[in-house]
């Protein structure tokens, strides 16, 4: 019985149905509201909470009123129970109305996301404004409205394309307007803790926000210009909005800060065998930099970046890359003379028995005005004469090294763009390293002529590339031919540019260069040259497009002209050409004029009736039989110029010449024979 009662007593506390879930309910809200409890911030609410009076006072939200003998009074409230409900409500609603999150929280975050969207155009118009109003603040005060570089870089994080593109090209603006014309060095431990006026303090503070932004700027610039995004309206891409404003700025403000990582993002652009939009505007602005730089370390920092580029990508870059380097100032500027190891200088350094004696404390005196003057040439953007050099002798060893691993390599489509470089630097190359450049052109001429003889010629590679392929249009107009004919003239004209440019006399007597090979190789040429169809046809860098190569642009016409030119009328013994040598090109230059087309034809005459000037004895018995002196017949395709025997015949020539079909072939015919026989 006691077990039955004792069960009974258990059963009849056990609640029913109804009473457990209203447990549940209140153990799920006791839950719930322990849960919000961390995010409240009570300090704040029990501020806003309403204030509760003594006992027996009920709260007066009314305002004191002042009667007339200077007492404030405070009215009454017309409803005091109204009061005592809401100063209820408002305590309930401080301990349980944050529970309803789920609730009144969930209907606004609803009336929120049924909120009409604002149109993109209207986006766009509206961050114009704002981008035009920052910005002219700005430029009419920067120092005042410095925080404006901050409001420009934040409308540039917008997601809509236009606007970033439209904050990256303003951002530019001013800050090509407002960049001062000097470099801004950083901060150190001393410049802190100096006691400035209050104007000092102000541009200090001004050039640091500026360095600041502007080193903000450059970097989303870098990571634009990598960024592969789709053209928006206009054509204009973000990567290449990018890429106008680093050109820009190299070009506009190199003396600033940062300017190596705008280098590197042009750099990058150039990374490639094929070059956009893009590439070629990076060309254009180093090549601005390079003839604009007055100070040197720019053109270095630039080459330097380049060389190291080309040469981690095994130098598989476009040809128009190289030709860059024909754009630096040491080409005119630089005295001295390098390879790719060493540089040497023409001035005459000081001996230490000619300098003046000076004192400890005259000295001690120099030393200061010394250092003073090399933190006013900081200041002001000036490097001395001696530090230019240096620059451009570093630069120079850059250039040199970056064309003799080309030639090393011998990399087809950069072979043409070397050659020229090499003739074009000719007068700044050490004499002592002649021999062997001279040897690697003569390589050249060699690999050329056997690539020839297997069948590896210009119109086969163009008939194979006239072939349907598989490939896309951008890689056929990019593929680059390789004209032999060509690059044995530029190795013949940079041999005979390297005695040109220099002191010859004393180079040929030191170092005994024998030049014969380059001489006859061109004699044996002459023929195959005059029949080639494209001898007046300038080489574009890309079909597609209207610019040209600064090397290519000349066509194989001019270079015959300028091997020729070296050969017959050498500047440094234009007088000790031999006779038989002269007599053998006159020969066949008048016999390739038959087949040269008209203008070639009328530069060929022209450069006769110079040798004509210079040598006409030498040459007259060609044009008399009288004064024949040799025996035998001439042999036109001799191994060498003098066993052609050129004085066993007479130049027949011109009696066909006389009847061309272009009235200045005619009358360079007549000129030239005029001058021989008078």
Known sequence: MAVI???????????????????????????????????????????????????????????????????????????????????????????????????????????IKEMPKVPEAQQILEAQEELAKVAGLLNESPEEHFGGLKTLAKIGESRIPMIRMLALMTQMTVYKDIIPGYRIRPPTEASEKEKLSKEVRSLRQFEQSLVLGYQAYVKELARCARSETTPVHGGQSLSNVAVTCACTLLTSVSHFN??????????????????????FKAIEALETLFREDEEGRPSMEAVSLLTKMMKAKEFAVHESVLNVFLSLRLLSEFSGTASRDSVEQTAPKVKKSKREFRTKKER???????????????????????????MQSETLKLVFATYFRILKLRSPHLMGAVLEGLAKYAHLINQDFFGDLLEALKDLIRHSDEEAENGTTVEAQQDKEDQPSDDDEDDEEETSIRNLARESLLCTVTAFALLAGQDAHKSRNDLHLDLSFFTTHLFQSLLSLSVQPDLENTRLTNPSSSRTSKINVQTTTVLLLRSLTGVLLPQYNVRQVPPLRLAAFTKQLMSTTLQLPEKSAQAVLALLNDV???????????????????????????????????????????ELMRRHFSPKVREGIKMLEKRVLT
């Open 5 to 111: 009662s004792t069960k009974k007593r258990k059963l009849a506390h056990l609640p029913s149905d109804e009473e457990s879930q209203s447990i549940s309910s209140s153990r799920r809200v006791q839950k719930d509201f322990f849960k919000q409890a961390a995010n409240w911030n009570l300090e704040q609410d029990y501020e806003k909470r309403a204030r509760k009076g003594k006992k027996g006072q009920k709260e007066n939200n009314r305002l004191p009123l002042k009667t007339a003998d200077g007492r404030l009074e405070i009215l009454q409230s017309l409803d005091p129970e109204d009061d005592a409900v809401s100063s209820a409500e408002s305590d309930i609603g401080w301990l349980e109305g944050r529970e309803s999150e789920n609730g009144t929280d969930s209907e606004e975050g609803e009336v």
């Open 364 to 390: 001690k005196a120099l030393k200061e005005q010394k250092g003073l003057q090399k933190d006013m040439d900081l200041a002001d953007a000036l490097v001395s004469h001696e530090e230019r050099e240096r």
């Open 258 to 279: 940062f300017r190596s990582e705008l280098v590197r993002i042009l750099v990058g652009k150039l990374s490639r065998e094929r070059l956009g939009q893009d590439g």
């Open 612 to 654: 004509a000037h210079t040598h006409g004895s030498r040459i007259r018995s060609l044009w008399n039989t009288e004064e024949r002196k040799g025996n035998g017949r001439f042999n036109a395709l001799s191994d060498s110029v003098e066993g052609s025997n050129p004085f066993a015949t007479t130049v027949w020539e011109g």
